[in-house]
């Protein structure tokens, strides 16, 4: 997965960050990075429309469902990505990276072999880790604030 998986899936996610965080989030970054991923996060979960309604990600559930945790974990990824995105010197290779890696990695680590139970909950993009991701992204910016402050 480290040597084939993850160069693959950067590759593809490059075309996605070149939109998101190379065109997008720096037209919103004077507004603050906080708004500005919120409002990446809002437009980046619906783009992904067609891929929730064929079932890629949450197979056999309400699609109404479906679209409020997928906007959940796209919102909350988009502050991850920004962070990442800013920190790394505004770097589409290394944002591309993150989000290649987390796709290779988190849909293997909870597909059905590891995981059992309603994918709204126990996917990647499910409930679970999209509270683990908001603890994450708590943790992060609180520590931020703390040193951009001292």
């Known amino acids: 997965m480290t040597f084939v ?23 919103l970054l004077p ?7 919120l409002i990446v996060g809002l437009i980046w979960g619906p783009w992904h429309l067609p891929v929730l309604i064929v079932g890629l990600n949450y197979p056999g559930q309400p699609i109404i469902a479906v679209l ?4 959940l974990s796209a919102t909350l990824l988009s502050f991850l990505h920004t962070r990442f ?6 770097s589409l290779i290394a ?7 987390l796709n290779t990695f988190s849909d293997r680590l909870t597909d059905p072999e590891h995981l059992s139970g309603n994918p709204l909950i126990v996917s990647a993009g499910g409930v679970i880790a999209s509270a683990l991701v908001a603890v994450g992204i708590f943790i992060t ?10």
């Open 85 to 90: 995105y800013v920190a790394s010197g505004y």
């Open 5 to 27: 998986g993850v160069p693959i899936g950067t590759l593809l996610a490059f075309g996605e960050e070149f939109g998101w965080r190379g065109y997008l989030l720096p037209q």
């Open 31 to 37: 507004l603050g990075e906080v708004k500005a991923a």
């Open 141 to 150: 910016y609180r520590v931020l604030a703390r040193r951009t402050s001292s």
């Open 95 to 101: 944002v591309a990276l993150l989000h290649g890696s």
């Open 68 to 71: 409020a945790v997928f906007l």
